[in-house]
C-alpha cells in the first residue's frame, strides 16, 4: 500500500492511498470461500454449487463486501502508520476501481488536533474600560427592589387600568353552552400580564365595580383544547374588586425587609453600590480578556479542525434549548431547532475553542497551574464574597462536581493576571450615557448583519 500525507486548511490531514490489486483479489477469494461453504442453490446441495453458479448468485455481493473491507482496512492502516491522531469519522472520496487487476486508489481527509504555537503574547498595549457606577444606576435597582415588594390594595371607585388586579368572576359560553374549564370566581387577574387568552385583559379595562360585561374572545388556532382551538367564545365579566400596586418607600423598616444586615436606607444603598461597582469590575475583567484573547489570536492565526468547531456549536445550542425550557418556552414556535441554533453558534464556537486553546498554551510556556493552595485561597475568597462558610462553600462544590469547574476559573485567572502583568494596561472610565451608546451601536450592528 502506497500512502502520501498532504497538509490541508483547518487542520485536516489528505492520504492519498494506492492499493494493490492483489489484495482486493486475495480478501474476494476468502470471501468468496466462506460464502461458497453455506450458500445454497437450487439443484444442489449446500456448498456444492459450481463456481460460476455461486459467482453468479453471490458474485456481486462478495465483490461490494471485498471492496469496502480493502478500503477500510486501507484508511485505518494509513493512519496508523503514519502516526496520525483522528478526530472524528474520516471521510472517503475520490474511489478508483477500475477492474481486478487495477489498483485501487481513494483519498481520506481526517480532522487532526491543530499543531500550533502562540508566539506574540505580550508587549501589546490594552484599554482597560470600567463602567462609572453613577446615582441612576443606583435608583433603578432601588426602584426595581421597591416594584417587587409592591402589594395590591383595594381602589374605591374608579375603573379599572392596565396594571390593575381586576376581581372578577366569569364564564364561557361556545355557541350559547357554558363550558365549566372557562369558568371561575373571585379570580384575580393582573391586567396587562397576558396570562389570559389574547383579547380577555384588554377588554376588562374602563370596568367598573359591579359592571357587569359580555366580551368575545376567539381561541388561538393552536391552543391545546382542540375543541376551543380557533373558535369565538362568550365571556360573562362580573367585577367585584379593583386593586392597584402600591410600593413602598424607601426607609429603614424597608432596608431591613431586603435583609436583617441593612439597618438603614443608607446601608442598603450602600451595599447597593458596592454590588454594581464589583458587577462593573467583573465586565471590565472579561471584556479585556476578550480583547488579550482576540489580539493574541489574531497574532498568532491557526486553524482547527470543524469536527471541534461543530461540536461546540452543538453543546452551545442544547445550552440555549435548555434555556427556552426553563421558561417553559418551546424554540419549535420561533422555527428553531438543535441544528439550527448550531449554525447559529458556529463563529462563537470556533472563537471559544481557539481562546481555550491559546490560555493552554500559554499555561504550558510559562508553568501556570493552580495548586491545591491556590484552589483554597479562591474558594476562601469566593465564600467570604458570599457570605458564606469555607467549610460549607466547599461541601456545595463538592455535592454538585463543581470542583473540576471551580478550579478551571482559578486557572484561567491565573492566566489573566499573566497576561495584564506583561502587557500595558490603560484604564478608562466610561459614563453610563457612552455604555448606552456602544449598547446601542452594537445592538443596530446585530440586527443589520
Known amino acids: 500500500m502506497k500512502v502520501t500525507v498532504a497538509d490541508k486548511e483547518k487542520s485536516q490531514k489528505e492520504l492519498s492511498v494506492e492499493i494493490p490489486a492483489q489484495v482486493f ?46 478500503i477500510n482496512e486501507g484508511v485505518k492502516n494509513a493512519i496508523e502508520e503514519n502516526g496520525i491522531r483522528a478526530m472524528g469519522q474520516p471521510e472517503v472520496k475520490d474511489v478508483k476501481f477500475e477492474d481486478d487487476d487495477s489498483p485501487i486508489t481513494f483519498k481520506v481527509y481526517v480532522d487532526v488536533f491543530p499543531v500550533f504555537d502562540v508566539v506574540s503574547y505580550t508587549g501589546f498595549e490594552f484599554t482597560k474600560e470600567i463602567n462609572s457606577v453613577e446615582k441612576e444606576d443606583i435608583d433603578t435597582v432601588v426602584e426595581n427592589l421597591l416594584k417587587r415588594q409592591a402589594q395590591f390594595e383595594t381602589v374605591e371607585g374608579g375603573e379599572v387600568v392596565n396594571g390593575n388586579m381586576a376581581v372578577i368572576d366569569f364564564e364561557g359560553k361556545l355557541n350559547g353552552e357554558v363550558i365549566p374549564s372557562a369558568c371561575a370566581k373571585a379570580y384575580s387577574l393582573e391586567i396587562g400580564s397576558n396570562t389570559f387568552i389574547p383579547g380577555f385583559e384588554e377588554q376588562i379595562v ?19 383544547e382542540k375543541s376551543l382551538a380557533g373558535q369565538p367564545v362568550v365571556f360573562t365579566i362580573t367585577l367585584h374588586e379593583i386593586k392597584a400596586k402600591k410600593a ?28 454594581l461597582n464589583a458587577e462593573a469590575a467583573d465586565l471590565s475583567k472579561d471584556a ?15 486553524e482547527i479542525p470543524a469536527v ?142
Open 25 to 70: 483479489k486475495d480478501t474476494f477469494e476468502n470471501e468468496f470461500n466462506k460464502v461458497a461453504k453455506t450458500v445454497k442453490v437450487a439443484g444442489f446441495r449446500e456448498g456444492k454449487a459450481p463456481k460460476d453458479v455461486v459467482m453468479k448468485e453471490k458474485g456481486h455481493a462478495i465483490r461490494v463486501y471485498a471492496l469496502e473491507h480493502v
Open 206 to 224: 374602563g370596568m367598573k365595580v359591579g359592571d357587569v360585561k359580555d366580551i368575545t374572545v376567539t381561541f388561538p388556532s393552536e391552543y391545546h
Open 248 to 275: 413602598p418607600v424607601l426607609d429603614d423598616a424597608f432596608a431591613k425587609s431586603i435583609g436583617e444586615k441593612y439597618e438603614t436606607a443608607e446601608a442598603l444603598l450602600k451595599a447597593i453600590e458596592e454590588d
Open 288 to 302: 479585556l480578556y476578550n480583547t488579550m484573547l482576540d489580539k493574541i489570536i489574531s497574532e498568532n492565526p491557526f
Open 308 to 449: 471541534m468547531v461543530v461540536e461546540q456549536a452543538e453543546k452551545l445550542a442544547e445550552q440555549t434549548l435548555r434555556q427556552y425550557s426553563m421558561y417553559g418556552m418551546n424554540p419549535e414556535q420561533f422555527g428553531l431547532n438543535k441544528k439550527k441554533l448550531a449554525e447559529q453558534h458556529m463563529e462563537t464556537a470556533e472563537k471559544q475553542i481557539k481562546s481555550a486553546l491559546v490560555i493552554n498554551k500559554i499555561s504550558e510556556k510559562n508553568n501556570i497551574n493552580p495548586t491545591d493552595e491556590d484552589v483554597d485561597k479562591a474558594i476562601a475568597e469566593y465564600a467570604e464574597k458570599f457570605e458564606r462558610s469555607v467549610d460549607d462553600f466547599k461541601k456545595e462544590l463538592e455535592q454538585y462536581g463543581g470542583i473540576a469547574s471551580f478550579r478551571n476559573t482559578v486557572f484561567t485567572n491565573m492566566v489573566y493576571d499573566y497576561l495584564t502583568a506583561n502587557n500595558k494596561i490603560a484604564e478608562k472610565v466610561i459614563s453610563k450615557a457612552e455604555r448606552d451608546a456602544k449598547i446601542a451601536e452594537a445592538s443596530k450592528a446585530a440586527k443589520e448583519a
